[in-house]
């Protein structure tokens, strides 16, 4: 396993590039399964783990894929005789989920293994095994994996959201079994994430009427049962930047700045970010597709909470935290999302961040000074936060278990050297030796 070692303090100045986006790219890619022809997708974030995950186990569904340099992937199902993803890959990520849809719309039959992915609290798949029994599914739950069949998908009214709001791979997922209903389904209360549009977007490509998307009512046309050659032809379709990676690497600016330009991003996509950031008096230059921030040694406190899309991401919860330890008095949020998503609150204290948890509420007394620690990844965007708070930190700041981190953000040692900072990769050997060095 890696470490990052960051030596805190650099400004960072210049221009970044965003990758496509892993949460839109990877519903698509079980989307694929639905294809009859070849589905060549650009802009895929080849280098994250996921991505080459989630290849993997297409490919113990039957569907070979080819990856290019440049980012794109090819793919083509050849053997459609495989209805089971297993544990051992399902297990470590959660949008392998997205096979269940797919799988059932087009094979009849769908055993997937209940997923993992990132240790962010309860993340129960009952609004997706809702969404597939209201197809007509029959879903069981045995030995750990969901068990669902059905000889005959029928198009449906289905209400997608539960206590915690709508569901965002929930959403995708029941897209991709309407597809394969005989008529036509509407998604009420579903998601409204740009990712779901990309999902839409990529049925529409495929030849499937799909409206409503970025709403809370989705309408997809069934194409009856998918048999046989020729049901959706060959297609091809570009993966939209990432919105997460982007307001990460915004949130990097305005904690370290300099100047730090985001490239090749889509900003109104980030608008709750950038509302927040004025309020908090972090300067963003809005480009048609590039953002740029300027950096600050202090901000105005803030309560702000994390909701569904438009409202402020859950995935910037983290990065964001370590900006409001440069608050000026104490700022609070909650994440309504992801209510026990604060594994990085621990850590960030051994920073010296004053930061603790009452309830759902993380609160931060922000203006502690900043050193170096070692710290651990314990989650994805987690992660993100403490790289964050590393960058800033006086001193050596090793950030362990950095492979969260290579689950959703691509080269990010190399991105951030790019904008000045010192930060390298470590085999984790390295730091181990230093570790009994400074015990001796
Ligand atoms: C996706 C994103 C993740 C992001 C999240 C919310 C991917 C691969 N992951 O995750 O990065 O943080 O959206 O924006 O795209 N819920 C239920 N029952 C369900 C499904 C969800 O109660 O069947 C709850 C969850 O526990 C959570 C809330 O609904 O509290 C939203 O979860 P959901 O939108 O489904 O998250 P994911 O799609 O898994």
Redesign the pocket.
């Known amino acids: 396993m890696d470490i990052f070692r960051i030596h805190g303090g650099n400004r960072l100045n210049g221009s970044v590039k965003v990758s496509g986006s ?2 839109g790219a ?2 698509i890619l079980f989307a694929s399964l639905l294809c009859d022809g070849e589905v060549t997708l650009q802009n895929v974030p080849i280098a994250l783990r996921d991505i080459g995950m989630s290849l993997r186990i297409l490919e113990t569904l039957g569907v070979e894929s080819e990856v290019a340099e440049d980012g794109s992937v090819s793919l083509q199902v050849t053997d459609s005789g495989n209805t089971r993803a297993d544990y051992k890959q399902v297990s470590q990520m ?2 392998s989920i997205c096979s269940l849809g797919p799988l059932l719309a087009r094979r009849g039959e769908a055993i997937v293994s209940l997923p993992g ?2 240790n ?10 809702h969404g597939m029994e209201a197809l007509g599914a029959k879903v069981t739950i045995e030995n750990g994996y969901v068990m669902a069949r059905a000889s005959h998908l029928r198009g449906s009214t289905v209400y997608l959201s ?9 959403t995708q997922n029941v897209m991709m079994a309407a597809v394969g209903a005989d008529g036509d389904t509407v998604i009420e209360g579903a ?1 409204c ?1 740009p ?1 779901v549009r990309a999902t839409a977007g990529f049925l529409r490509a495929m030849g499937v009427k799909v409206e409503g998307d970025g709403t809370h009512e989705i309408h997809i046309e069934g194409q009856g049962r998918l048999e046989g050659a020729g049901c959706l032809g060959a297609t091809s379709f570009d993966v939209p930047p990432d919105r ?1 990676e982007t307001g990460t690497y915004v949130l990097a600016g305005a904690i370290a700045g300099g100047e730090v330009t985001v490239e090749g991003c889509i900003p109104s996509e980030n608008s709750a970010l950038l509302n927040l950031l004025e309020r908090i008096g972090v300067s963003v230059e809005v480009g048609e597709k590039t953002l740029t921030v300027r950096g600050v040694d202090t901000v105005t406190p803030v309560d702000v909470s994390m909701l ?2 438009p409202a402020f ?3 910037l919860q983290g990065p964001l935290m370590a900006l409001l330890c440069r608050g000026t008095g104490v700022s609070l949020i909650t994440d309504k ?2 209510p026990d998503r604060f594994n990085h609150l621990s850590e960030l204290r051994r920073f010296g961040a004053k930061v603790r948890k009452e309830g759902p509420i993380a609160i931060i007394e922000g203006g502690a000074p900043l050193s170096g620690a070692k710290v651990m990844a314990s989650d994805l965007r987690a992660s993100a936060c403490l790289v964050l708070a590393g960058l800033v930190a006086d001193g050596i700041t090793d950030v362990n278990r950095i492979y969260h981190l290579d689950r959703g953000y691509e080269r990010m040692e190399e991105k951030l050297r790019g904008l000045g900072a010192e930060v390298e990769r470590l085999p984790e050997q390295v730091v181990e030796q230093d570790l009994d060095l400074e015990l001796v």
């Open positions: 892993k949460n990877l519903p959660r949008a992915g990132c962010i609290g309860d993340r129960p798949i009952d609004l997706h095994i539960g206590p915690m709001g709508p569901t965002v791979l929930g998601a994430e990712e997460i569904p899309y991401p859950t995935d999302v992801f």
